[in-house]
């Protein structure tokens, strides 16, 4: 089945610092999803990000569907965004809504 | 986006014993799934709740031992049977509001003693 493999394992990071995270994939996708998962384990959805690049305030995502990979920056770190980021893809013909999930990234914004 | 509640949040719960989470969605959705995620671990989807009929399982979870139900479009419940220590973990469904995206509940944190 496919891989999915995120880049660093752990991250700590001093407030207001930049970060990149990355997912690789090892077959082609029609859904990648970024989610960061607080300290209380809520799920929170990023971005839906197959190809192409989004922003959303201080947090983009680039995927590149053709090199298989996907990255997340984080600029002007908060500790508010401690937490787990994971990636997640479905793998298929179609969209079948079955997500594999990467390990996640465990990113520490120390004040 | 949906809202997506889920019962108990958390709960201790002996061997031998079975627990049933429910999954509530504020919107009808065309698909609801179940995942788990064992402490300090990634998300492993157990099951597509199908409406009107038997759920999809996927590899290494079994109907005996994780029975769902999914009496309509926004609602679906999750049994964890006979449990184990082994079965402690968060419990989290998820629906998909189209075409694509994924949300996911707050998730029901499960310690079997």
């Known amino acids: 089945g496919i891989q999915v493999e995120q880049s660093p394992p752990d991250l700590i990071l001093q407030e207001g610092a930049n970060s990149t995270l990355r997912c690789n994939f090892s077959?082609?996708?029609?859904?990648l999803q970024w989610f960061h998962q607080n300290p209380w384990g809520q799920l929170i959805n990023l971005f839906y990000?197959?190809?192409g690049t989004k922003q959303n305030g201080r947090l983009s995502a680039t995927t590149v569907a053709t090199e298989r990979y996907s990255l997340l920056y984080i600029s002007s770190s908060q500790t508010t965004d401690s937490g787990v980021y994971f990636c997640?893809?479905?793998?298929?013909?179609?969209?079948?809504?079955?997500?594999?999930f990467g390990q996640g990234t465990t990113l520490q914004v120390k004040p | 986006s949906a809202v997506i509640s889920q019962k108990p949040s958390r709960d201790i719960c002996q061997r031998g014993t079975s627990l049933t989470i429910q999954c509530q969605v504020d919107s009808q959705v065309t698909m609801m799934f179940w995942y788990r995620q064992q402490p300090g671990q990634s998300l492993t989807l157990i099951a597509t709740?199908?409406?009107?009929?038997?759920?999809?399982?996927e590899s290494g979870f079994v109907i005996d031992k994780f029975p769902i139900s999914r009496p309509n479009l926004t609602f679906s419940t999750l049994t964890v049977s006979n449990m184990s220590p082994e079965d402690s973990s968060i419990y989290l469904c998820?629906?998909?509001?189209?075409?694509?995206?994924?949300?996911f509940g707050p998730g029901t944190r499960l310690t079997v003693t």
């Open positions: 709740a199908n409406q009107g009929s038997e759920a999809t399982y």
């Open positions: 990000i197959p190809s």
């Open positions: 077959d082609s996708v029609n859904n």
């Open positions: 997640a893809v479905d793998h298929g013909s179609s969209n079948t809504g079955k997500l594999i």
């Open positions: 998820s629906v998909g509001t189209g075409p694509y995206e994924q949300y």
